[in-house]
């Protein structure tokens, strides 16, 4: 949930610093600051304020000469988002400073202990104590790495922790627990981060760092160990994508950059694994697929995706699907075998709960599989198999090309499934592979639906109407008006209308309704619910392929397609319409009050 950035080398660690947290922001963005190790031995210049990364900046007026650092930009957890809660937190010298990601669970039992040792807490947050701890240890040894491995052995929780020390002063010491941390690996400089696109500018030579390791930089060495003080071969890797693919490239949004992204990402994600009629998928051919029950595990959008694929995973593979939110799962006592297949959805990888999904279902003999956009992070390396996405890098909060390339990859699973099972199945890969035409098509005439979003900013709710795969997608159109427009949105089942929500429809409500194509068995029953909800006053835009003749003064229509594919269409002008709304209102589009990109926190 925050951005983290150390570096080390020749260069402004100022400027360096900062440059990476812009990177970064959109892990958390209520406050922001730095650390610099301007002089050895002497108290670090540490700046940090409330609010955007900006504020940082104007903070600092004039540029330090440092050459390491370490930054952050924070998700508030423990303790408002005020300049004093803000990170870094350094002890009472004020020459040792830590920065934190995560929940560090004993922190008021360490406090208490810290507090009889004589320390004076300053900030409400859990990493304070951290701070603390590790300049206590740090006076036994004068060893900034072994004093984070004797401190990570008392610590309860999840944490990436970066820490500079001015008596070290080129050093930078980082350490991980169930929380995200990568290495940079330059020429004369190195970088410890929460994600490459901190320093992907400067290098993309990568290391991936375990569970529990600590590590320790210096402008010319890595060095990796255990908590044992045993060292580790970190896992080593080339970063592929051009940093280019982090940046807005002319568009005023990240997001919208990656709604238009949609045709490529698709493409890109099917790339490969589709041979004339059959779908190929190197990656799963070690799983087996004599499970009895399949279980998709997820978050947020990436739990619609989720809802959507369970229809054609269970018509192509004839396998029971249960679909479930990860932070549901993973406190219940869920019957699980080692017939159970359990697919974990994640654009990050790094998403807690669905981290500890994952954990629990291994635990309980599942065999693990999952989808995921992030090479090399912790689901994806802690599963048995993974399906990579390749949507590229997503940076707006909301998650949109996530989304599309999720479901296309459960299908992918669906089909590949189904044939080695022998089961007769559609020829799909043909449709499959027309998707991002249509798609392309749908954003070349999104225009009235931005105009006809107008006629609706001032409705205090908005309601969302699906059938079948049509009721995720509905599930997804009202997160995301939610998420960017902070209108009260809710998305139901059309069948379900009747056993309450319909008492929600007065004059004037906004019901986005999405229609299934003519040749389902639903079609008629979905219509049925638009005059339903139209007699008692709705204002209905339906969202329909050009096989209905509606009599309906607002339609954005989307091209033919299968059924089961309908959602990848559908769901492109609910993230357009969620988009303008957030214009109207004036809202942070890329950066919604109170979220964060990857949640990696409980
Ligand atoms: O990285 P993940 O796919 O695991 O994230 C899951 C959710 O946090 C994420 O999809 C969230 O719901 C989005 N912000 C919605 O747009």
Request: with cysteine.
């Amino acid at each position: 949930m925050c951005g983290i950035i150390g570096y080390t080398g020749s260069d402004s660690a100022q400027a360096r610093i900062i440059e990476g947290l812009r990177k970064l922001e959109y892990r958390g963005y209520d406050s922001a600051g730095i650390a610099l190790v301007e002089e050895a031995k002497k108290p670090l210049l540490i700046a940090k304020r409330a609010g955007k990364l900006a504020n940082l900046e104007e903070a600092l007026t004039k540029e330090s000469r440092a050459s390491a650092g370490i930054g952050h930009t924070r998700w508030a957890t423990h303790g408002g988002p005020t300049d004093m809660n803000a990170h870094p937190h350094a002890d009472e010298t004020g020459k040792v400073a830590v920065i934190h990601n995560g929940i560090i669970e004993n922190y008021l039992e360490l406090k208490h202990e810290l507090e009889i040792r004589g320390h004076k807490f300053k900030s409400e947050t859990d990493t304070e104590s951290v701070a603390f701890l590790l300049a206590d240890e740090l006076k036994k040894t004068g060893n900034l790495a072994s004093a984070m491995r004797a401190i990570c052995k008392r610590l309860k929780g999840s944490f990436t922790l970066l820490a500079v020390d001015s008596d070290n002063p080129r050093i930078i010491v980082g350490a991980r627990r169930n929380s995200p941390l990568v290495v940079g690996v330059g020429k004369g400089e190195n970088y410890l981060a929460s994600d490459v696109s901190a320093f992907i500018a400067f290098t993309k030579s990568a290391l991936e760092l375990g569970q529990d390791q600590v590590v320790e930089v210096s402008p010319e060495k890595v060095e990796v160990t255990d908590l044992d003080g045993r060292i580790v071969t970190p896992h080593a890797y080339e970063i592929t994508w051009d940093s280019k693919a982090a940046e807005r490239g002319g568009f005023k949004h990240f997001m919208l950059k990656e709604i238009y992204e949609q045709p490529k990402a698709v493409a890109d994600t099917l790339l490969g694994r589709i041979k004339g009629e059959k779908v190929e998928l190197a990656e799963l051919k070690d799983i087996k697929i004599d499970f009895e029950r399949i279980l998709i595990l997820a978050c947020g959008t990436a739990f619609h995706a989720g809802l959507i694929g369970k229809y054609a995973l269970e018509e192509w593979t004839h396998t029971p699907v249960d679909v479930e939110l990860a932070s549901e799962f993973r406190y219940r006592k869920p019957v699980l075998s080692n017939k159970t297949l359990v697919i974990t959805i994640s654009q990050s990888g790094e998403t807690m709960d669905t981290l500890m999904a994952l954990r629990h279902a291994k635990s309980l003999g599942a065999t693990t599989i999952s989808i995921c956009n992030t090479i090399g992070s912790t689901i994806p390396r802690e599963s048995d198999a993974v399906l990579y996405t390749h949507a590229g890098p997503e940076i707006a909060v909301a998650s949109t090309k996530a989304l599309l390339t999720q479901i296309i990859a459960i299908y992918l699973i669906a089909l590949n499934f189904g044939e080695r099972k022998g089961i007769k199945l559609p020829n799909m890969t043909g449709e499959l592979l027309e998707l991002p035409n249509k798609i392309q098509k749908i954003l070349e005439t999104v225009e009235p639906l931005r105009e006809m979003t107008r006629g609706y900013k001032d409705a205090t709710s908005v309601l969302f109407l699906g059938r079948h795969v049509g009721y995720p997608a509905a599930l997804e159109g009202a997160l995301k008006l939610k998420e960017l427009a902070y209108m009260h949105a809710e998305g139901f089942a059309g069948g379900e209308l009747k056993h309450g929500p319909i008492a929600l429809i007065e004059n004037g409500t906004p019901v986005i309704a999405i229609v299934p194509p003519a040749s389902s068995e639903i079609a008629a029953k979905m219509i049925s619910n638009i005059e339903e909800v139209r007699a008692r006053g709705a204002r209905v835009i339906a969202i329909a392929d050009s096989s209905f003749n509606l009599e309906i003064p607002e339609i954005i229509r989307i091209p033919k397609s299968h059924e089961l594919l309908q959602p990848i269409l559908s769901i492109v002008p609910l993230q357009v319409f969620a988009y303008e709304m957030s214009l109207l209102k004036g809202n942070d589009v890329d950066q919604p009050r109170n979220l964060a990109k990857s949640v990696t926190v409980e």
